[in-house]
């Protein structure tokens, strides 16, 4: 039974940190692989939409890995490098959407819902809240007076 | 005013959902192109017909135009066939573009099913077909005289698409300037 843990454990640990990334489309330099690597886990393929082109077995998400690589092997910066390929398919591709006018909904949205929200909630608590006792007057506070005395007499 | 802050949350939830609901009918395989309005990227690709003039950016503008991606891979590529076909009867301008397959393949297709195509280019790596933004076949875009891509259409043309959509559209481009 341990024995049998030991061993799930090390496959699931080896399990952990595969991609899709086949080997012959891996740069030779580890420096600009990583670069590579590390974009592509950012980018949207287009066939299966929730996966990262790093993820992705299909075809066309192969086509942009390598397409990313040549970029970068040609001397492209990151941002020239994803700049290419949101060309080409719009910045759906970014699985981060950049802060753009656009996207300030999708940004900000649920922030603006917190705050209307808070302030909503602000006013209806404030509301149902007692209001401050008015401070008795002189002839009320005689009144007062009277009635304990005559509890305390009863 | 009082009210208002008490009907404003269930107006606003009303709202949402209504978004959501109507969110839910469309296709997320529907993106939107980039290319609307620009010209075509530069191309130069082999003919999928042994022998025969290759298909460039050069053949494109003068008149309006339909470029179809297809492939013999593809399946939706079945159903639009027969309609590819009239519409080379009708003499409409199409050009097709074999993606992402080897041109045998492809002109086996167009043996065994008819060619609508007036020029065929093979695309054997997907480098054209990603320069415009493609990511399955069947896809369409119309062209306009100036070369510029002006519609993109994902999926099967439908005899619908056609007589609503991309045939008012070629119309409209060919009394454009």
Same mark, same amino acid.
């Given at each position: 039974?341990?024995?049998?843990?030991?061993?799930? *454990?090390?496959?699931?640990?080896?399990?952990?940190?595969?991609?899709?990334?086949?080997?012959?489309?891996?740069?030779?330099?580890?420096?600009?692989?990583?670069?590579?690597?590390?974009?592509?886990?950012?980018?949207?393929?287009? +066939?299966?939409?929730?996966?990262?082109?790093?993820?992705?077995?299909?075809?066309?998400?192969?086509?942009?890995?390598?397409?990313?690589?040549?970029?970068?092997?040609?001397?492209?910066?990151?941002?020239?490098?994803?700049?290419?390929?949101?060309?080409?398919?719009?910045?759906?591709?970014?699985?981060?959407?950049?802060?753009?006018?656009?996207?300030?909904?999708?940004?900000?949205?649920?922030?603006?819902?917190?705050?209307?929200?808070?302030?909503?909630?602000?006013?209806?608590?404030?509301?149902?809240?007692?209001?401050?006792?008015?401070?008795?007057?002189?002839?009320?506070?005689?009144?007062?007076?009277?009635?304990?005395?005559?509890?305390?007499?009863? | 005013?009082?009210?208002?802050?008490?009907?404003?949350?269930?107006?606003?939830?009303?709202?949402?959902?209504?978004?959501?609901?109507?969110?839910?009918?469309?296709?997320?395989?529907?993106?939107?192109?980039?290319?609307?309005?620009?010209? +075509?990227?530069?191309?130069?690709?082999?003919?999928?017909?042994?022998?025969?003039?290759?298909?460039?950016?050069?053949?494109?503008?003068?008149?309006?135009?339909?470029?179809?991606?297809?492939?013999?891979?593809?399946?939706? *590529?079945?159903?639009?066939?027969?309609?590819?076909?009239?519409?080379?009867?009708?003499?409409?301008?199409?050009?097709?573009?074999?993606?992402?397959?080897?041109?045998?393949?492809?002109?086996?297709?167009?043996?065994?099913?008819?060619?609508?195509?007036?020029? +065929?280019?093979?695309?054997?790596?997907?480098?054209?077909?990603?320069?415009?933004?493609?990511?399955?076949?069947?896809?369409?875009?119309?062209?306009?005289?100036?070369?510029?891509?002006?519609?993109?259409?994902?999926?099967?043309?439908?005899?619908?698409?056609?007589?609503?959509?991309?045939?008012?559209?070629?119309?409209?481009?060919?009394?454009?300037?």
């Amino acid at each position: 039974m341990r024995r049998f843990l030991i061993l799930t *454990c090390a496959v699931l640990a080896v399990a952990g940190s595969a991609w899709a990334v086949n080997p012959d489309e891996q740069l030779a330099d580890p420096g600009l692989e990583a670069r590579a690597h590390s974009l592509s886990k950012d980018l949207r393929c287009v +066939v299966c939409q929730n996966q990262s082109i790093d993820d992705s077995d299909a075809a066309l998400a192969r086509d942009l890995r390598i397409i990313l690589r040549e970029r970068i092997s040609a001397g492209d910066t990151d941002e020239q490098a994803v700049a290419y390929l949101v060309a080409r398919y719009g910045s759906f591709v970014q699985l981060q959407p950049p802060v753009r006018l656009d996207t300030l909904a999708l940004w900000f949205g649920p922030l603006a819902v917190l705050l209307v929200g808070g302030l909503g909630a602000m006013i209806y608590i404030r509301s149902r809240a007692p209001s401050r006792a008015e401070p008795l007057s002189a002839d009320e506070e005689a009144e007062v007076e009277t009635l304990l005395k005559t509890d305390k007499a009863g | 005013m009082r009210r208002l802050i008490f009907i404003l949350p269930v107006v606003l939830f009303a709202a949402v959902l209504i978004g959501f609901f109507a969110g839910l009918g469309r296709d997320p395989a529907l993106l939107p192109s980039t290319m609307i309005g620009k010209p +075509v990227p530069e191309f130069s690709l082999p003919s999928v017909r042994p022998g025969d003039q290759g298909f460039a950016t050069a053949d494109l503008g003068g008149e309006p135009m339909l470029i179809n991606f297809y492939a013999s891979w593809c399946a939706a *590529c079945r159903i639009e066939h027969p309609l590819l076909m009239r519409l080379r009867a009708e003499g409409v301008l199409l050009h097709g573009v074999d993606w992402k397959d080897q041109p045998q393949a492809g002109y086996q297709w167009l043996q065994d099913r008819g060619d609508p195509y007036v020029r +065929v280019g093979s695309d054997v790596s997907g480098r054209t077909g990603i320069d415009m933004g493609v990511s399955a076949v069947p896809e369409t875009f119309v062209i306009d005289k100036q070369g510029r891509v002006r519609y993109r259409h994902v999926g099967a043309v439908t005899p619908q698409l056609w007589d609503e959509t991309l045939r008012p559209l070629m119309d409209k481009l060919r009394s454009e300037s």
